[in-house]
């Protein structure tokens, strides 16, 4: 089956413009969350969806960011103003319940430079 | 706060050596442990995972790890490598009650032919 897909492979914006980053999760995961890759370090939570609210959202590193996820499939991460240090590959990862047990599954992720 | 450590940013290795990639976490109770393989171009894929019992665990692509609670270690080795196994490596974690991955630096590794 199809795994995690995400849209769109590579965004290049100028500083104080506005992106939307979009999250296709497995179909049937009920949990998705968002992580940022900056360049030479591990991934960075951000958020964490179980359903359609956010279980967890202490990641997101301030108020310009936010993130959706209105019928508890595709989300959405939007970032408003966005500077040059929102430059890195946001990915995003799904699994089938929001447990420790559980498997996440990562998208190939985003791209984003920003000018 | 938990953390993960990978001491090694770049490791070298010839084709058909052994590899062994350090890891190192930091939580008072047993973690759930991971190592992730990243490819260029390519999402993280899940080599194996740790949470309980047998503290020898075997992954995909001949991957085994090895929870050491004393060394707070968990340390992925191959017996012999591939030149297909050059990529990045990352080892993870998250407690029992959470859901938030937490990544260490990750390790690059080289092959040489």
């Known amino acids: 089956g199809a795994g995690v897909s995400q849209t769109p492979s590579n965004k290049v914006t100028e500083k104080g413009k506005y992106v939307e980053l979009r999250c296709d999760p497995i179909s049937g995961h009920t949990a998705l969350y968002w992580y940022r890759q900056s360049l030479g370090q591990g991934p960075e939570f951000l958020i964490y969806f179980q359903g359609t609210g956010a279980a967890d959202d202490s990641g997101l590193p301030n108020d310009r960011f936010f993130a959706v996820r209105p019928e508890g499939s595709v989300s959405t991460l939007k970032i408003q103003r966005t500077e040059r240090g929102d430059s890195a590959v946001y990915l995003c990862a799904s699994s089938f319940r929001g447990t420790s047990g559980n498997e996440q599954f990562f998208g190939p992720g985003t791209r984003l430079t920003v000018l | 706060a938990q953390s993960v450590t990978q001491p090694d940013i770049h490791i070298t290795v010839s084709e058909g050596a052994s590899l062994e990639l350090r890891c190192n976490y930091s939580?008072?109770?047993?973690?759930?442990l991971f190592w992730y393989v990243q490819s260029p171009g390519q999402g993280l894929q899940l080599l194996l995972k740790y949470f309980s019992g047998d503290t020898l665990v075997q992954g995909i692509k001949g991957f085994e790890a090895e929870f050491k609670r004393s060394q707070s270690s968990f340390n992925l080795r191959k017996p012999s490598v591939h030149w297909s196994d050059a990529a990045e490596y990352f080892c993870?974690?998250?407690?029992?009650?959470?859901?938030?991955?937490?990544f260490g630096t990750g390790t690059q590794l080289k092959v040489e032919l």
């Open positions: 939580y008072g109770a047993t973690p759930y």
């Open positions: 993870a974690s998250f407690t029992g009650g959470g859901n938030k991955l937490t």
